[in-house]
């Protein structure tokens, strides 16, 4: 299926983004682009995509992507070499670092970006032929944390419901989720169950979110604190007699001990409220709602996840349904929400470090049946290491030679400055990928594999509900590049197991990985998908979404687990599991005062290396921000919009300040997407600790010691240009893709001369220039033209001169400057009626927030749907509708002097 589609004819694919895992409908140009639209027909999103999802067309584009082999030489150069030279390379170099040093001493780094197929083959490779379990994927970073507590309380790693559950909810709880950002189309779906059937929503999180101000119920929680929260709900539920004995003592164990656990951590309402920071009143009402409440679905994310104590969060969560049978009826359950396409599908593969394979474990029946299914050379025995430990193995130089897919660990692990230093220290450092820079590449990778993108891949993708959905192809493969699953074939056949890798197509990878999922299951495992083991070619080509298990071809889906029991434990029961008193791992000093939470934004996804070419997309919020609370701002001297540096024992980085109402009091927050490759000084994986989960192996991302302080620069501005440029090396900048070309916002201390000279170098022969030059106050402007376009254009002013940003960079393209547009460079003012609508709030439209603010004050706007009538803002995902719903409060509210 590489060959490129008909134009104009559709194909049904699944974005690559979160993991609410929509359909996508891509439309080919026959230019290399595609228009994007909705699956109407799809059971995740029936149509809808939210803002990334909608601006996919806008990263289709070739200009960042690895289209050829990359060898270093023996002087250290990147050189073009051909793909057998490459693999021959890769291949002889794992050969023999496993025959001097150990299967142990090689290791793959996998991704929740790569499709089901891809990572069968990989895991498949190391664990059934190399003999290590050195494989694992950034979704330890993710949800490891909810695998671990699945496996504790479930014995297998179920998500017991569906999205259906959610349409069908009295209650939704969301424990450390921002999901109107982070899964926008599930949380408008949430929304419409509120509009249709009155469905309360109760958000726990430390900070006041775009997902909290939708919520009836917003607690804001202390960090970490969530397993008080929890156990005083169980205990609560206890005391009031609301529990489910039937349910209890029909399918489960542990019940007392858990239960007495959960008085000792959360002995009385006041104790809870001092843990949490909650007050009485609120934990008394959540507690009530929860309580009365039959269909309830309580969803958790990151912000449960990503803790030091993240397995033991989920279980006082799952305990709470367990206690009151809210699990596998309709409506009722607790709830993993995924953060990546196919974290789930790296899941049932098997492609964690401790796990075998679909859905089996390091234990010696599965070893021996997996190892029988694969006729493997040499199996794995025992589990390998998780990915922070990989990494700190590799820092030893215990692992010697590295396989790093789809991913960029030297951006998004903790302590990444450090890790970017262990990768250089690597015999073998290989890297596939879809792109030639980001910070892992620049990590001294030896060898670099062009891997497929979306859109031009064949395979599968499971979704936070089991949903399992063809990602197809519709464009044609540029250069060299190959699909992940052949080139790991590829290196097999070269490493000696020719048989064992002889895949022709996906869906040959598919029909095993089905197969192994039904292979002397006997329904004793819940992942199994045996009616898929013979799908030929044409189906598997047609394959509808589906949801598993499906065992055999015409049973009914089954869409929930365990409403009759049925678990997957040894005596079929569920496990209550008696957590650990909560403490946040690493103290607060005098040094580091403060905790940083870190987290995801509407519009950018991981390290930006795909929405980061979306012009759209790079107007919401264009640079590296950090959210601070008023009180901590005033206590650190900062001032919004002015520049910080934030500082752990690990790094430091800069970023603008936000300060923000919402941020807790003591906590920073900053965005996870920014790296060295788009900006100069602002890696937040720098700043994080590797302080790790006992059970899941899962990071905590959310509760670093770290210092805040003002940075002062002498000068502010911004570059645009039709062309890629670089910018002096002492600046802070950050990079933002534009429509027609890219631009830069900085900061610094260089005095005029060094822009003066920075512009003349960026000067195309036969341009027209425009310049205003003010040495006295410190300001110069400069504008390139050719013919009637703008081709290049530097601000520089001692005070802020991003006013006029949003006017500027909408000139690049523009088929022609006007006499108007050509003042602005010289009065620096957007006096001219050019339409300056400020940071864009409407990725769909383009609509920006003065935009909005003049709609609401001078025109009788008194609700979103105003707002949407008036300016198409909100009406297209729904993304950014909690953004508007907070410009009207803004506006509307009277300000207090
Ligand atoms: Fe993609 Fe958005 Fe749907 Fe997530 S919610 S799968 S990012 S369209």
Redesign the pocket.
């Known amino acids: 299926m590489n060959m490129q589609a008909p134009l104009q004819v559709s194909v049904r694919t699944t974005?690559p983004?979160?993991g609410?895992?929509?359909g996508v409908l891509a439309r080919p140009d026959g230019l290399g682009g595609a228009e994007i639209s909705g699956d109407p027909d799809h059971p995740a999103?029936f149509g809808k995509?939210?803002s990334?999802?909608s601006a996919l067309g806008e990263t289709l584009g070739l200009a960042t992507r690895l289209l050829h082999p990359i060898v270093r030489d023996t002087e250290g150069k990147l050189q073009r070499a051909s793909w057998d030279a490459a693999l021959d390379k890769v291949a002889n170099g794992f050969k023999a670092t496993i025959e001097q040093h150990g299967p142990d001493a090689v290791a793959f780094y996998l991704s929740g970006q790569l499709l089901t197929e891809d990572y069968y083959v990989a895991n498949k490779l190391m664990k059934g032929f190399i003999g290590s379990a050195n494989v694992d994927t950034n979704s330890r970073l993710c949800m490891a944390s909810s695998v671990a507590a699945h496996r504790r309380a479930f014995g297998a790693d179920t998500v017991p419901g569906s999205y259906e559950d959610f349409d069908e909810a009295d209650l939704i709880v969301l424990v450390g989720s921002n999901a109107a950002w982070c899964?926008?189309?599930?949380f408008r779906r949430m929304m419409e169950s509120r509009s249709k059937r009155g469905t309360r929503l109760v958000v726990i999180d430390p900070r006041r979110t775009a997902t909290a101000e939708e919520a009836d119920l917003f607690l804001a929680i202390a960090p970490g604190m969530d397993t008080v929260l929890f156990s005083g709900l169980l205990a609560d539920l206890a005391d009031c007699h609301t529990l489910d004995f039937a349910y209890i003592s029909a399918h489960t164990e542990g019940f007392e001990q858990a239960l007495a656990r959960a008085r000792q951590i959360a002995p009385s309402l006041e104790s809870v409220a001092l843990q949490t920071g909650l007050s009485r009143k609120d934990i008394l009402t959540f507690y009530e709602i929860f309580r009365t409440t039959k269909r309830v679905v309580t969803a958790f994310s990151q912000g449960v996840n990503q803790s030091a104590q993240g397995t033991d969060k989920a279980n006082a969560i799952i305990n709470c349904h367990l206690a009151t049978g809210r699990i596998g009826r309709a409506g009722m359950g607790p709830f993993s929400l995924t953060g990546q396409?196919n974290a789930m599908g790296g899941r049932e593969v098997g492609g964690l470090a401790n796990q075998l394979a679909a859905h089996m474990n390091f234990v010696p029946a599965d070893i021996d049946r997996v190892g029988r299914f694969w006729n493997a050379s040499a199996m794995a025995k025992r589990e390998g290491l998780k990915a922070v430990q990989m990494f700190e193995a590799i820092e030893r130089g215990e692992i010697k030679a590295l396989w790093v897919m789809a991913t960029n660990p030297a951006a998004s692990l903790p302590r990444a400055a450090a890790v970017a230093d262990a990768l250089r220290k690597l015999d073998l450092f290989v890297v596939s990928e879809n792109v030639i820079a980001n910070d892992t590449v620049a990590s001294g990778a030896h060898i670099l594999l062009p891997a497929a993108a979306w859109g031009e891949k064949d395979g599968t993708v499971t979704n936070s509900e089991r949903r399992i959905s063809r990602q197809r192809a519709f464009l044609s493969v540029p250069g060299e590049a190959k699909p992940d699953w052949k080139i790991v074939s590829d290196v097999a056949r070269r490493m000696g197991f020719e048989q064992a890798f002889s895949y022709s197509s996906a869906a040959d990878i598919f029909r095993e990985h089905a197969a192994l999922s039904a292979f002397e299951n006997e329904e004793t495992r819940d992942f199994d998908i045996g009616a898929l083991k013979k799908i030929d070619d044409e189906a598997y080509d047609a394959l509808e979404p589906v949801i598993w298990p499906r065992r055999l071809k015409d049973e009914q889906p089954k869409t929930r687990f365990f409403e009759n029991g049925g678990y997957y434990t040894a005596n079929g029961r569920a496990k209550f599991v008696a957590p650990e008193t909560p403490k946040l791992q690493g103290e607060t000093s005098e040094e580091f005062p403060l905790r940083l939470n870190t987290g995801r934004i509407r519009d950018q996804w991981h390290t930006m290396t795909r929405t980061g070419l979306s012009p759209r997309l790079g107007q919401h919020l264009p640079e590296p921000f950090v959210e601070v609370n008023p009180g901590d701002a005033r206590r650190f001297s900062l001032t919004d919009y002015a520049f910080a540096r934030v500082r752990s024992a690990h790094g430091a980085a800069i970023f603008r300040v936000k300060i923000d109402e919402g941020q807790r009091a003591g906590s920073l927050f900053v965005p996870i997407h920014w790296s060295r490759t788009n900006t100069s000084m602002t890696r937040p994986g720098d700043l994080v600790a590797a302080a790790t989960d006992p059970f899941s192996g899962q990071p905590e991302a959310k509760a670093t010691a770290v210092t805040i302080e003002a940075v002062g620069f002498a000068s502010f501005g911004f570059v645009i240009a039709c062309k890629p440029f670089s910018l002096p090396e002492s600046s802070y900048w950050t990079r933002v893709t534009l429509e027609g070309g890219e631009g830069a916002l900085f900061a610094g201390n260089d005095g005029l001369a060094v822009w003066r000279e920075y512009a003349a170098r960026n000067r195309e022969p036969s341009t027209e220039i425009i310049e205003y030059d003010d040495e006295k106050r410190g300001v110069y402007r400069v504008a390139h033209i050719a013919g009637t376009r703008l081709t290049f254009s530097l601000f520089v002013g001692s005070a802020e001169s991003h006013m006029t940003w949003d006017a500027v960079r909408q000139m690049l393209s523009r088929q022609r400057i006007e006499t108007k547009d050509r003042k602005l460079f010289l009065s620096g003012k957007n006096a001219n009626g050019l339409p300056d609508t400020g940071p864009v709030v409407c990725a769909c439209f383009g609509v920006g927030l003065h935009a909005i603010r003049d709609a609401i004050e001078t025109k009788n706007t008194h609700t979103v749907e105003q707002i949407g009538v008036l300016l198409r803002a909100g009406t297209n995902c729904g993304s950014c509708k909690p953004e508007l719903k907070r410009i009207l409060q803004d506006v509307r509210t009277p300000q207090t002097v």
């Open positions: 974005c983004y979160c609410v895992g929509c999103n995509l939210c990334k999802g899964h926008p189309v599930l396409p």
